[in-house]
């Protein structure tokens, strides 16, 4: 990753981009700036491109620093998102490969020796040519522990040296006992008691092979866990078409500047985020929004990198690039957030600090059981408790039961346009007791609609909406801007009012194509006392579904009755149903009037409102309920309610479009539809349940697998584990670990069928 | 005899917590004037410990060396900051100005573990 401060070494080139270089002279100076750079061996311009290759070894940020001196900006082109990941996986795949090779050389000898073992062959010494054969296989079996084992042993090794212990420690620990007590037996038979003098050739070597499997199955699956990830960073294009002085090239996507023109071709992925300035399309944003509509765009629209151009070509304006796209930050943001750890996590981190030590304490304490109380042969029992608790003892499933639940539930919360900020909030959001729901643009769409036009006779709904709309024409009141789109939206021509007049609170006058028009509400029409016949109880009615009811009269004559209010969004109430089903206890709050308020409520079938409610004090109210001893959640659109969300336990911002940088929020949705919410709140209890299996798995595996390997049950049963049972036992419990929290990948969110519902 | 290898074995238990549990290194790195490299290998950061002074961004690069996956990030969870570093190839990182005090690093399964001491 090339970022500001990286250093490369001699004779390496880098490439920066350079902004501001107008003319052909600047290419000297910037040359020039480059080279008197400490490090640098050569500067050259490609000025076409404007991009510019440094080789030696000097720090990015002092490059970027010497051409800014010169009076130019200058970024690092970096390697891009999915070169790093080609790279991530050529080199996993290369690791793979080795440990696959590490066991099949280890295999080769441990099965056959195994074998002859299972077959009566005797594996202990009692002959000077036994001794012979059995040095030779000894030999065989050091040359595996240096060719397959190796890692374990200067891994081992290393850590020891530096105070700290792993997996490595306890796998070269344990192989090397059981050889080193073989070898002993070999060379030296005369130091053990007969009935002692059995060798374990096998267990290292089968050892060795099945930790290698393990870590390679490990590899496997844990390339699969990050598949969210990698379906993100594969959005994104690799060139971009761009028109500079007037032609369309094809360049990579690092080199697309901000304020470059770019075309796109039905069918292609667009490149970088911008603001469309030609052309009409529609857009498919279902992988960054899990919005499934296509969404239509024209000139003035803002169209997101990585996104589907579906049906026309577009041109527009690059507005991010590079890092700054809402794609990249998305990445960016699900990357960290997978790496950080749910709190749930800390006790294993603490238990993993001990374990191996402790482990190594109990493999000591062990041999001195058996060779104390054991029967005979003692030592022989004492080699192999020891040897057996050293390689069953499993550091990895403990240590992987959090991060990789945590990777794999936060990538498919990505995956269904649910952002989540980090570990924590993804804990807390599973057991969160309450949701406040804010209820404009949050319940329902945030921008008021004309909804009903009933006219009166003598009168169409067309001419009703062109009057009203007309005499609104002068507003600025939100109301009347939603009666003037409606129209514009249905192509009405309108015609300019003539002395346009405000009546404060009751509503509008003025002359239209020589008629007198009056639009306001009850108290208006009272005071032109014009005849409102049965309406009144019509309006009444409309107003007890929260929309506002106006009034139109011409010529001071009654003339029909226009509806606004912002629409209930189309699925809020099968998303407030999916989360009461979860078991949440749903509360709205909105700064409307009672009335509106209680309309809402009961047609989203939410039972607690809170009305009236300032935005200043929105915190407050999320405040009260946290003191009822409630775990609380708040939604919101993110900006006047970013107090409130950040007071509340786990915050959820309602995005539009592709918004991301809602700070305030543990928990952004891309979506505006309310479904995230409940899909947020599923995943995280799924991801959670997940961990608790994990981490209940290897801590069940470790407690019991220790005490049977140091031969607790032989007392009572006179079993002994083998080494190599221990050895495959250890090496599949990490693999079960990652394999199940990909089980997770397979979790069904249930908001798919409503989404088609709502389109139906 | 007997009681000759139980007290080899006792003290070898006392030689286990002594060496991992109670030893305290002395060995520090300073991440100051030059950039320090820490190598990623074999289980273990090279430094492990390193100084920084307080109030001022940290500017050092990990070059990681072990191919495993547990050495693929390093994370500073005190600052909610994770790096992905790839295979032999030294990865930059910036870490803000921090407060005196001690924080942790170390990989995704705390196997590959270390601790910035800021003062």
Redesign the interface.
């Known amino acids: 990753m090339t970022t500001a401060n990286s250093r490369t070494g001699p004779g390496v080139t880098q490439e920066l981009l350079i902004e501001g270089a107008g003319c052909a002279s600047c290419v000297r100076k910037i040359e020039t700036a480059l080279k008197n750079v400490d490090g640098v061996e050569e500067a050259q311009m490609n000025f076409p491109l404007r991009t510019v290759a440094v080789t030696g070894s000097a720090f990015t940020a002092d490059l970027v620093k010497a051409v800014e001196n010169a009076g130019y900006r200058a970024t690092p082109a970096a390697g891009s998102e999915t070169d790093l990941l080609e790279e991530k996986e050529q080199a996993d795949q290369r690791y793979y490969r080795r440990l696959l090779r590490d066991t099949w050389i280890a295999l080769a000898l441990g099965i056959p020796l195994m074998l002859f073992g299972m077959a009566g062959g005797d594996m202990s010494i009692h002959s000077e040519a036994a001794r012979w054969g059995w040095l030779l296989v000894g030999l065989l079996t050091l040359a595996v522990m240096l060719l397959s084992g190796r890692h374990f042993f200067v891994g081992g090794w290393q850590s020891v040296r530096n105070h700290t212990a792993n997996m490595d420690t306890l796998i070269a620990l344990g192989t090397g006992t059981a050889w080193l007590y073989s070898m002993v037996i070999v060379l030296l038979p005369d130091l053990v008691p007969e009935m002692a003098r059995h060798v374990y050739f096998e267990a290292t070597a089968m050892i060795i092979g099945l930790v290698n499997l393990g870590l390679a199955l490990e590899v496997r699956a844990r390339g699969r866990a990050s598949a969210a990830i990698k379906r993100l960073i594969g959005l994104q294009p690799k060139t971009a078409r761009v028109l500079r002085d007037g032609q369309e090239l094809d360049i990579p996507i690092e080199r697309v500047r901000r304020q470059d023109q770019l075309r796109v071709r039905p069918g292609e992925r667009i490149p970088v985020d911008g603001t469309v300035v030609e052309g009409q399309s529609s857009v498919d944003e279902s992988m960054l929004t899990g919005e499934p509509l296509p969404v239509a765009k024209q000139a003035g629209d803002a169209v997101s990198a990585g996104t589907l151009n579906k049906t026309g070509s577009l041109i527009f304006t690059a507005t991010r690039v590079g890092r700054d796209t809402a794609l990249a930050r998305i990445i960016e943001m699900v990357k960290r957030a997978q790496n950080s750890k749910p709190p749930i996590g800390r006790l294993a981190d603490v238990i993993a600090a001990y374990f191996v030590p402790a482990v190594m304490i109990i493999a000591v304490l062990s041999a001195l059981a058996w060779i104390n109380f054991g029967p005979s042969p003692a030592l022989a029992y004492a080699v192999v408790s020891a040897t057996t608790v050293l390689i069953i003892a499993c550091p990895c499933a403990l240590g992987l039961a959090t991060p990789m639940s945590v990777m794999v539930g936060i990538g498919k919360a990505a995956e269904a346009g649910v952002l989540i900020r980090s570990g924590e909030a993804l804990q807390t959001a599973s057991r969160i007791t309450t949701m406040v729901l804010d209820k404009t643009g949050t319940i329902t769409e945030g921008a008021p609609k004309v909804t009903d036009l009933l006219p009166a006779e003598g009168l169409d709904e067309v001419e009703l909406l062109r009057l009203a709309a007309s005499l609104e024409l002068g507003s600025e009141h939100p109301l009347a801007q939603a009666i003037v789109e409606s129209a514009q939206s249905r192509g009405l021509n309108l015609s300019n009012p003539v002395s346009f007049t405000a009546l404060a609170g009751r509503g509008v006058s003025s002359v239209i194509d020589g008629r007198e028009i009056v639009l306001g509400n009850e108290k208006l029409m009272r005071e032109q006392s014009i005849d409102l016949q049965d309406w009144v109880a019509r309006a009444q009615l409309i107003a007890a579904d929260a929309k506002t009811p106006m009034y139109l009269a011409v010529d001071r004559k009654f003339a029909g009755l226009i509806a606004v209010a912002d629409p209930i969004k189309i699925d809020s109430a099968a998303a407030i149903e999916r989360l009461r089903g979860l078991g949440i206890r749903v509360v709205m709050l909105t700064g409307d009037n009672r009335a509106t308020a209680e309309a809402v409520a009961r047609q989203v079938g939410i039972e607690e409102f809170i009305a009236e409610v300032q935005p200043e004090s929105k915190a407050e109210k999320v405040a009260a309920l946290q003191r009822e001893g409630e775990l609380v959640g708040m939604s919101g659109d993110g900006i006047n309610d970013a107090p409130a969300l950040a007071l509340a336990d786990v915050g959820f911002a309602i995005g539009t479009g592709t918004d991301v940088a809602i700070e305030s929020a543990g928990i952004t949705l891309m979506r505006g539809s309310l479904h995230g919410l409940a899909d947020a709140i599923t995943i995280s209890k799924a991801t959670l349940r997940n961990i608790k299996q994990n981490l209940f798995g290897a801590f069940i595996y470790n407690a019991a697998g220790i005490p049977i390997a140091a031969g607790i049950l032989y007392p009572l049963f006179g079993l002994l584990l083998s080494p190599v049972i221990a050895g495959a036992a250890m090496a599949f419990s990490s693999v079960t670990v990652v394999a199940n929290a990909n089980c997770l990948r397979l979790l069904k969110i249930d908001s798919s069928t409503t989404a088609e519902e709502s389109r139906a | 005899m007997?009681w000759l290898?139980?007290l080899a074995?006792?003290l070898?238990?006392a030689g286990?917590?002594w060496?991992?549990?109670l030893?305290k290194?002395a060995g520090v790195a300073a991440a100051q004037d030059k950039?320090l490299t820490v190598i990623v290998?074999?289980?273990?950061y090279?430094p492990?410990r390193i100084k920084v002074s307080a109030g001022q961004a940290v500017?050092m690069?990990f070059l990681r060396k072990d191919?495993?996956?547990c050495a693929?990030?390093v994370?500073f969870?005190a600052l909610?900051?994770?790096f992905?570093l790839?295979?032999?190839k030294?990865?930059?990182i910036?870490l803000p100005p921090l407060e005196p005090g001690k924080y942790e690093f170390h990989c995704?399964?705390?196997?590959y573990?270390g601790e910035l001491q800021v003062n």
């Not at chain 2, 995704?108 to 196997?111: D, G, N, S």
């Open positions: 007997i290898i139980n074995g006792l070898l238990i286990i917590v060496w991992f549990w030893y290194t950039l290998e074999n289980g273990v090279q492990a500017r690069e191919a495993s996956p693929e990030t994370i969870p909610n900051l994770s992905e790839p295979v032999n030294t990865a930059p910036t995704q399964m705390k196997m573990r």
